[in-house]
């Protein structure tokens, strides 16, 4: 590459620095034990082979089994899920890599087959959402949820608490808040899924609570220093809607902020789809957020040059070129062609699609 960029530039994150400012975004990939969800043993692997990147985040990994929503989808609340993450931080930290864990609570997009004694998925408000999750092998609508009751909040705050703890032992850098992509905590704060009228519902500030409630326990338990949060403000994954999504994300990481959370890692646009769906002033953000900007969505090497050379982000989030392309980091600066990925290896199966894309090395 001839022209300069800050791309390949370290970053002092927190107490880590990272070798550039390329983030792999977590990326659901279905590839847990089943019954167990421990991390499949070719999940060091694929960390492993990954770990040039500045920074990896995991895929959402649910903190209790009520927060799962996806066959085989990993967790980070039992031991046997602890010991498994354990075999990834080691194979990402002895290639010299950085490595956070995101922690999910799907809340309604959920399935009766994937909750205890087949119990109804949660939510603020007993609003079945319009969409499929992955069940039984295929796809299915999700099912009917029910509202929390008040006196069950405080356990799914601890609920995130716990996986913060189980993340450390498991030797992750540090987590990140899964409060994107119109899951749990991202059901609480937009109107369109909360219809709540206790301490919950009705004002943007309760309905923000959650989401700060949680990134406070976390906080109390990792350290702010290692404690990463992700938004999306206006997409429309998963039906999830707000009739006033910049008054509610300007409050909300007003109070982030406050926190001293390490970063905010942005959606900016419809979740793998449109960056401008909908208008949104994400630099409103940007100036409010004392932490790291990590934009996401959409990226590519033109674009991620040009903001952050406008100063727009401090960090770039890729998604799938990183499903492919093992050295992402590495094809970037040679300039050299990405490989294509295979939509039907996403999600679930072994190492087909997920271990044996080729690095550039290789492919020569």
Do not use: C
Not at 186 to 203: I, V
Not at 279 to 289: E, H, I, N, V
Not at 325 to 337: C, W
């Amino acid at each position: 590459m001839s022209r300069p960029t800050k791309l390949f530039e370290t970053y002092k994150l927190g107490p880590i620095t990272l070798a550039n400012r390329l983030v792999m975004a977590p990326l659901t990939r279905n590839r847990a034990a089943p019954g167990t969800f421990v991390p499949s043993p070719l999940a060091a692997d694929y960390y492993g082979q990954r770990a040039s990147a500045g920074l990896l985040i995991t895929e959402a990994s649910q903190v209790s089994q009520q927060g799962q929503g996806y066959q085989d989808t990993p967790g980070i609340y039992s031991k046997d899920q602890v010991a498994g993450w354990r075999k990834v931080t080691n194979q990402v930290h002895e290639r010299g890599g950085k490595i956070f864990i995101q922690l999910w609570h799907v809340g309604r997009i959920s399935h009766v087959d994937l909750q205890a004694d087949g119990a109804a998925p949660v939510a603020p408000s007993a609003i079945r959402a319009k969409g499929k999750t992955f069940v039984n092998g295929g796809f299915a609508d999700v099912s009917e949820p029910r509202a929390l009751e008040l006196s069950e909040i405080p356990g799914i705050i601890d609920d995130f608490k716990r996986a913060t703890k189980n993340a450390l032992e498991a030797g992750f850098d540090g987590v990140e808040i899964h409060g994107a992509n119109g899951y749990l905590l991202e059901q609480f704060a937009k109107d369109g899924a909360n219809k709540r009228t206790d301490a919950y519902g009705g004002s943007i500030e309760n309905r923000a609570k959650l989401m700060l409630e949680v990134s406070r326990a976390v906080v109390a338990e990792a350290g702010a220093e290692r404690t990463g949060i992700r938004i999306s403000p206006v997409t429309p994954a998963n039906d999830i809607s707000d009739s006033n999504p910049q008054a509610l994300y300007d409050h909300i990481v007003d109070g982030l902020s406050a926190l001293k959370l390490v970063y905010l890692h942005v959606v900016e646009g419809a979740t793998g789809g449109p960056r401008d769906i909908a208008p949104f002033d994400y630099a409103s953000l940007r100036k409010r957020f004392a932490g790291a900007y990590v934009a996401n969505n959409g990226y590519d090497f033109e674009l991620a040059t040009k903001v952050l050379d406008a100063n727009a982000a401090d960090l770039i989030a890729f998604g799938k070129p990183f499903i492919s392309n093992p050295d992402l980091v590495e094809r970037l600066k040679a300039g050299a062609p990405l490989n294509d990925w295979d939509k039907n290896t996403f999600y679930g199966g072994g190492a087909k699609g997920y271990t044996d894309y080729p690095a550039l090395a290789a492919a020569k």
